[in-house]
């Protein structure tokens, strides 16, 4: 009997079924594996421009590896009518990123900062251009533009050549309209995130409101317009439908490549795209950077 209740028994804990262990390896790893999958998948088309740029075309038709060649990067502008469009691609892209990011900041400040009448009303029609299929928003740009010279009051009141005949101007109105709504809604999470704090200490403290702003607010809410306005830079040089319906008879990068592509397509196109692709991935890498770096500052200062 003592010794029966001397005796003890120690019962190990089971390991994992082979179930479980499929199950723990799943949750570990499959998300990851599949956005792999999907990023190289969304890579492909960028690869294939990129080693097509190095191609030597038999014919018009850069479609068929032929053999190697940097006769399109040794002269990236060789054809009629490429350097005229992709100048204009990138004075549209400027003046349009930089028209729309001040517009745009300044809405986003109203919305997130302020109470006004409408201020709901607002919100939502920021998302319609959004939301708007793009040829629809190109054909309504375009009729407005055409009614301006052809339907009173509207001559009488817009002076002729803002909105009519079409053209650069046209162009740069266009892109600063549909780009206000995606600086808007980026540098309002920037600024949603704020800690409205640090502007009353800098107030306490003396500053008024004009040195408040630069010197406490701007700097920190700066990598979300510089996102904003590489976004809105992005989406202005790469845009083709609505420049199509509001251009007239200026072309632009996309709408050469769409007036030249039923005759011939030349590697010249795929370097130009592999170029804007590069510069648009450094530019994304320096706004991440700046985005690190503004919230590793607002960590640094914000009150504990």
């Given at each position: 009997?003592?010794?029966?209740a ?6 190990m804990?089971a ?5 479980q262990r499929?199950?723990?390896l799943?949750?570990?790893?499959l998300?990851?594996v599949?956005a792999v999958?999907?990023i190289?998948y969304l890579?492909?088309?960028i690869?294939?421009m990129?080693i ?15 053999k ?8 990236p ?7 005229e469009a992709?100048?204009n691609s990138?004075?549209v892209?400027?003046l349009g990123t930089f028209f729309?990011?001040i ?11 302020y109470s006004?009448?409408g ?11 959004m939301?708007?299929p793009?040829?629809?928003l190109?054909a309504?740009l ?6 301006t010279?052809t339907?009173?009051p509207?001559?009488s009141?817009?002076?002729?050549g ?7 101007q046209?162009i740069?109105?266009a892109h600063?309209?549909?780009n206000i709504?995606?600086v ?13 704090h640090l ?5 306490d403290?003396?500053a ?6 630069w010197k406490?607010?701007?700097p920190?809410?700066?990598p979300g317009i ?5 976004l809105?830079f992005?989406?202005?040089i790469?845009?083709?439908i609505?420049?199509n319906?509001t251009?007239?008879?200026v072309n632009?990068?996309p709408?050469?490549?769409?007036g ?11 370097v130009?795209g592999?170029a ?7 530019g994304?890498?320096?706004?991440v950077?700046i ?9 640094a200062?914000r009150?504990r």
């Open positions: 009997m003592s010794a029966a001397g005796t003890r028994t120690t019962l804990p390991g994992p079924t082979m179930a499929l199950t723990s799943l949750d570990r790893w998300l990851k599949f999958l999907a190289a890579m492909v088309p690869a294939v990129i097509f740029s190095f191609n030597d075309p038999v014919g018009k038709f850069n479609f068929v590896w032929a190697f060649s940097l006769d399109a990067w040794m002269s502008l060789n054809r009629p009518g490429l350097a992709l100048r990138i004075f892209a400027i729309a990011t517009l745009g900041t300044l809405i986003a400040l109203a919305l997130v900062r006004f009448r201020k709901n009303a607002t919100n939502l029609l920021i998302f319609i251009p939301a708007t793009e040829i629809v190109g309504s375009l009729t407005f533009f055409v009614a010279a339907i009173e509207f001559r009141i817009i002076p002729r803002i909105f009519y005949p079409l053209g650069f046209t740069v109105i600063v309209m549909f709504s995606y808007v809604v980026t540098v309002k999470a920037r600024i949603q995130g704020f800690d409205r502007e009353e200490a800098a107030m403290l003396g008024n409101e004009w040195t408040t702003f406490i607010t701007f920190l809410i700066r510089v996102a904003a306005a590489l809105a992005s989406l202005s790469d845009d083709f609505v420049t319906f251009s007239g008879l632009t990068f709408v050469w490549v769409w030249t592509i039923r005759n011939n397509l030349p590697p010249q196109v795929h130009i592999t804007i692709f590069l510069i648009a991935v450094t994304v890498g320096i706004s950077w985005q690190s770096r503004g919230g590793r500052s607002v960590a200062v009150p």
